[in-house]
């Protein structure tokens, strides 16, 4: 951030000769943070170079990157030892690198504090005096890399405007002067309106305050305070910590911390340079100081990092468990398909081909007896319904049961806890054994017809929805059956007025689905004397050649009786389960 | 560092206009008018059934007004339809009091559903995100402070921070204004000043829109720039927190002179969780 730097440098021979054990370094380099021109920074820090290089023995210099980066990638790739940051750019060394440098002391502000301010200020003659006047007319940034001249004046002056910092939102334009002296002499001479830079906010504004880069420009006559006006504040920053490389010998580390302690002391003048104004002089100060003040960015980085390198780790291994499943179910497939075909007595394969000369043959008679469709459609009507009434019944029947037997099965709402295995076991057996080969026993213990196929798939739906209502059963919230129990209700009540009404869509909506593959199974089961419309089928069928149009006119009729079937159900059940949520029932 | 363009979102204008709505006879908001001219925290106050859900659902077009307009920089959101409104819905994120978040899917897949509104239905089977989503995802989460729980499903997650992950879902969106619906209803007072302080964040780091109904006076003089009370579908009060007086209160509740602030109080004092 703003200022200058301080730092100092430099080890010597001496010192790695002097102390056990570590390293020696052979010169020492003390980076300058932007803000003057570089020839105003050296001579500013000229001083302590010279107490440096007495100081350690080797020769010392000053570095001035034009930019803060240039600073912060010195300091951490190794080509500068020492210098002052900003808080901001102090938090971007340490992200980048968290055993880079260490922070030594911290410049003490005349009240005491370590804090400094953001400051935005315009020309007086402008007739700027508030952000307010600002609207419209060109402000300036200084380093992008700056906590005082871009990082804290970027979040608080839209909160104050309501805008974002765009050219042309607020500001007419926006612009980088480049760095805090360059804003002042921008703002001065008129190039920009208004600009931000950094004070201590103590003393007195015609001084350009205590210290700061204002109280730099005034100094080396830049500008006359009394042409400015202040037009903005932030909220108070840390000042950033002198820091040091953490890879130096601990001496060079020791003799550089009491130099620069001792500066304002030993040489006030030269402090006064290399702090950039009146000082009350230097405090230590760790990392914990800004820790807490840049926690927030600096934890988030850190931490997510690492998050997101573990939560990576686990999406892979997710990957990889699905590919084998994955695999592992090709495989059963493939292995699967090989068995059936090599057990298929007739040879599938050589089947396959005669596939399409059934219905051909049935097409083709269908068509040319096409007129007389209509009438065998009339004809074959009344079995429709037959068939159709087998499964409806069957299904309305069947879910009553299930309702109960479910309700009996569920855990929290059975009457007899206990007997939910015994519930349980019944709803698997009705389901394990397929309608099918219930109507085949019924018809031949009590004779062909419908009843026993409607029979049949009562029992087996009975199994089938069972278990599908007792996982929507599962589902449901329990608290109103506390509510209901509270007040006394009986079972019966509870699940009438408790259960019912939250599972009764999703009931509806299985039953539906069993519904429309029942009239399938009904339509099978004519097949083996159950009546309906099955029945007429295999006797079409059978007769062979010469009333194939019969057997067209069945295969239509089902065919447009399940797809109506399918249509409307799916239609019901999409009201049921998604029109409610869409007429805002929350 | 993440670093949120400050402002970006700014010089919204969302205006309403004699917004109505009515339930058969009943009318839950009662031509009701409200201009926001700048990004704001805004507070919307109000015994149970003064309109305040029905009002936040309307601006989102979770439900559609009887009458009366919306208008958002311009665009009139009252009258979008299809695409363009499941687009204005991704640009006005919505926070539930119960969170609504997939319990069984992991954190950082529930705040990915912040960008569905981009993806195709075959990505989204496969659970697939990109990269670039991911690592946005565990960022947002690390700025809510819940990172280290990105590979937990959602259900192992307390109220609080279930809330902050569905915070960080809106924040996938990237909206311009954040409805939230009794977001701290659910949640113990030290869960609920995160929450709260957490929605302020996001007004003040990236200058959008938050506007909550609340159902405590001290939240919403404590984090609100601007409170609207409602009473039986009307605004019945539209100011300050400060003019947000206990006459005021009683005036927005239907209380009579027996009605205590401590009723509705849940703040907790003297106590800072969360930096700004
Ligand atoms: N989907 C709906 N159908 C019928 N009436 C509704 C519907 N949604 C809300 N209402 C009615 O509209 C009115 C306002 O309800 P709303 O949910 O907006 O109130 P609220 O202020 O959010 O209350 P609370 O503080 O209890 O959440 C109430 O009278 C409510 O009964
Ligand atoms: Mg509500």
């Not at chain 1, 807490?292 to 988030?300: D, G, I």
């Not at chain 2, 700025?143 to 609080?160: F, P, T, Y």
Request: hydrophobic share 45%; proline share 4%.
């Amino acid at each position: 951030m703003k200022k200058l730097l301080s730092a100092i440098v430099a080890s010597t021979a001496l010192s790695t000769a002097a102390f056990a054990g570590g390293h020696s370094i052979s010169e020492f380099r003390i980076g300058i943070l932007g803000g003057e021109n570089a020839q105003d920074r050296m001579t500013s820090n000229e001083c302590l170079r010279e107490k440096t290089e007495d100081l350690l023995g080797v020769p010392t210099k000053l570095f001035a990157p034009a930019d803060y980066d240039g600073v912060i990638q010195g300091l951490l790739g190794g080509t500068i030892d020492m210098a002052w940051l900003g808080a901001s750019g102090y938090a971007k060394t340490f992200i980048s690198n968290p055993d880079a440098v260490e922070p030594i002391l911290v410049p003490v502000n005349m009240d005491g504090g370590y804090g400094y301010y953001s400051i935005g200020f315009a020309r007086k003659d402008s007739g700027i005096t508030s952000l307010d006047d600002m609207k419209g007319k060109v402000f300036g940034f200084g380093d992008p890399n700056s906590t005082s001249g871009y990082l804290i004046p970027s979040i608080e002056i839209p909160q104050a405007t309501g805008a974002t910092m765009d050219s042309g939102d607020y500001f007419g334009e926006v612009k980088f002067t480049g760095g805090h002296e360059q804003t002042i002499v921008a703002v001065n001479n008129g190039d920009v309106d208004g600009g931000v830079t950094w004070a201590d906010g103590l003393g007195e504004w015609e001084d350009g305050f205590n210290a700061g880069a204002l109280r730099k420009a005034v100094d080396a006559g830049l500008v006359d305070m009394n042409d400015m006006v202040q037009i903005w504040q932030s909220k108070q920053i840390p000042e950033g910590p002198i820091v040091i490389s953490k890879s130096l010998p601990e001496d060079v580390k020791v003799k550089m911390t009491g130099l620069t302690a001792s500066l304002h002391s030993m040489d006030p003048e030269c402090a006064y340079g290399v702090f950039s104004g009146e000082r009350l002089g230097v405090m230590p100060i760790g990392h914990e100081a800004y820790y807490q003040y840049f926690r927030n960015a600096m934890s988030e980085t850190i931490s997510t990092q690492k998050y997101e390198a573990d939560y990576f780790e686990l999406i892979k291994k997710r990957r990889t468990y699905s590919a084998i499943l994955l695999g592992v179910f090709v495989i059963l497939m493939i292995a699967g398909f090989d068995i059936v075909d090599s057990r298929n007595a007739g040879g599938f394969w050589a089947g396959i081909t005669n596939i399409f000369d059934f219905p051909g043959e049935v097409i083709l008679e269908a068509s040319e007896k096409a007129e007389k469709l209509p009438g065998l459609f009339i004809k074959f009507f009344p079995s429709l319904i037959e068939t159709i009434n087998i499964a409806a019944a069957a299904t309305l029947t069947a879910s009553i049961f299930a309702v109960l037997l479910s309700m009996l099965a569920t855990q929290g709402m059975a009457k007899w806890p206990r007997l939910i295995p015994v519930f349980r076991r019944i709803l698997d057996i009705m389901r394990a054994i397929p309608d099918f080969v219930i109507a085949l026993i019924l018809i031949f213990i009590l004779g062909g017809g419908p009843v026993p196929a409607m029979i049949a798939i009562t029992f087996h739906t009975t199994g089938a929805l069972g278990k599908l209502f007792s996982e929507v059963n599962e589902n449901a919230s329990l608290q109103p059956l506390d509510g209901l129990s509270s007040v006394g209700a009986s079972w019966m009540q509870k699940m009438l007025l408790g259960v019912v009404p939250q599972v009764s869509p999703n009931y509806f909506s299985y039953a539906l689905l069993r519904f429309e593959i029942n009239i399938r199974i009904s339509a099978i089961l004519g097949f083996v004397g159950a009546g309906g419309i099955g029945y007429d089928l295999k006797n079409a069928i059978s007769w062979g050649k010469g009333r194939y149009d019969e057997a067209g006119a069945i295969f239509i009729l089902l065919f447009l009786t399940i797809v109506i079937v399918d249509q409307l159900s799916g239609i019901l059940r999409d009201r049921l389960t998604y029109g409610r949520k869409s007429e805002g029932l929350l | 560092m993440l670093r949120y363009p400050s402002g970006k979102y700014g010089g919204i204008m969302l205006k309403i206009n004699n917004l109505t709505k009515k339930f058969g006879s009943n009318i839950a908001v009662n031509s009701v008018s409200i201009d926001i001219e700048k990004p704001i925290m805004l507070g919307i106050i109000g015994a149970s059934g003064a309109g305040k859900s029905t009002l936040l659902r309307m601006i989102n077009r979770l439900e559609s007004q009887t009458s009366g307009s919306i208008s958002f920089d311009g665009l009139s959101v009252s009258d979008l339809n299809g695409a363009a409104k499941a687009k204005w819905q991704s640009n006005c994120a919505m926070i539930f009091q119960q969170f609504n978040l997939v319990p069984r899917m992991d954190v950082v897949s529930n705040v990915l559903h912040g960008t569905l509104n981009k993806r195709s239905t075959v990505a989204t089977f496969f659970n697939l995100y990109p990269r670039s989503d991911i690592h946005t995802a565990i960022e947002i989460l690390g700025r809510l402070g819940v990172a280290e729980h990105a590979a937990k499903r959602a259900e192992a997650l307390s109220g609080g921070q279930q809330q902050r992950v569905a915070i960080a879902r809106a924040l996938m969106q990237d909206p311009k204004i954040i409805l939230a619906d009794e977001p701290i209803a659910s949640l113990d007072p030290m869960n609920a000043q995160i929450v709260m302080e957490t929605l302020r964040r996001i007004h003040d780091e990236d200058g959008r829109t938050v506007i909550a109904n609340l159902h405590t006076l001290d939240t919403a003089r404590r984090y609100c720039d601007r409170v609207i009370g409602m009473r039986n579908g009307n605004v019945v009060f539209d100011g300050t927190p400060s003019e947000l007086t206990t006459e005021v209160a009683r005036k927005i509740y239907g209380a009579g002179s027996d009605f205590s602030e401590a009723a509705t109080s849940t703040e907790i004092r003297e106590f800072n969780l969360v930096s700004v």
